[in-house]
């Protein structure tokens, strides 16, 4: 598959959009997606986002352990979240990638199961694949539309304070962690939901976390970290693709230290004109301490919008507002008011993404 296809599609798709999802302050809500407060469909903070949605001033939400008191109201919240709209169906978003990093456990009557490093030490990438599908299955039972994996990081540092230790790497070899995001993402595809590779340009050989401060990369990060987008977008399987805040000084502007999140060198440059990539790239959480302690709010938009990103994630838990997404919006209108090259990247954004909505049901 090439990327033609799904080109062609974003401009029928565009033309053909209802006109209430038209407008600039429209498109850039598409572009927005948030962490809430609330675990029940009938919450005032839950109303809040479908009144968003509906409007297409929000792209979708993203659940934290926090919005989960039981699988019933999970399951209400993302109807209640599918019907605000379901011409637009929005990105309902979770973390589950099995072992440490999970929304959904065995709490809550949700089945468990092992961590990335665990299910390719024990299980062919066949075997991996049908564990997958049933996750999937039941992420799908539950509403959900999207879930942010698979990892794709090589797992060259053994001491790796993210990635390594807590076995969310399939392995160090490039060709196995391939293999086993393959057999996730088909197990998704097969139950209707998107995925995510993460974290581009790979968060493997790291010495530090991204979500406690700045992490530099210059000095570990190894060229062989892309092979995995390289091989899987050649494939035509991907998504979405998930941008980590890793900054390496080569692929920066002299001087600054802007992370691969914010920087067009990483974003524009590698991942899509150098691999390829034109569909919908997404932030990983942009109140990670590795943004928030460096960049404001106005910069870290602006930013991440004319570096190539299309989705803008904020898990919405450092300082809660529950006028965030609107705070952003607003950001990205009066900036593409102000200036036509902005507005431009707004309006590709949006032709990504409602060309990737169309394949969720």
Known sequence: MTFLPHLLLAASLFAAVPAHAATLEQMAGQMIVVGFQG???DDASVAVLREKLAASELGGVMFLKT?????????????AFRAASPELLPFITVDQEGGAVERLDGDVGFKEIPSAASIAARNSPEAAEKIYAGMAASLAGLGFTVNFGP????????????IAKFGRSYSADAATVVAYDEAFITAHHAAGLLTS??????????????????VDITSTWKPEELD???????????????VGHLYHA????EGAQVPASLSPQWITGVLRDDLGFDGVVISDDLEMGAIRQHFDLKQTVTMA????????LFSNTAKYRP??????RAILVAEAEADPAFAARIEQSYQRIIALKARIH
């Open 39 to 41: 675990d029940d469909a």
């Open 67 to 79: 919005n989960v008191k039981d699988l019933t109201t999970v399951t209400a919240m993302n109807q």
């Open 151 to 162: 990892v794709a990081d090589i797992n060259l540092n053994p001491n790796n304070p993210v």
């Open 197 to 214: 590779l993460k974290h581009f340009p790979g968060h493997g050989s790291s010495t530090a976390d991204s979500h406690e401060g700045f």
């Open 228 to 242: 995995p987008y390289r091989e899987l977008l050649a494939k035509g399987d991907v998504d979405f693709v998930m």
């Open 250 to 253: 080569d692929y920066s502007d």
């Open 305 to 312: 919008v004319r570096a190539g990103m299309d989705v803008l």
């Open 323 to 328: 006028g965030l997404a609107d705070e952003i």
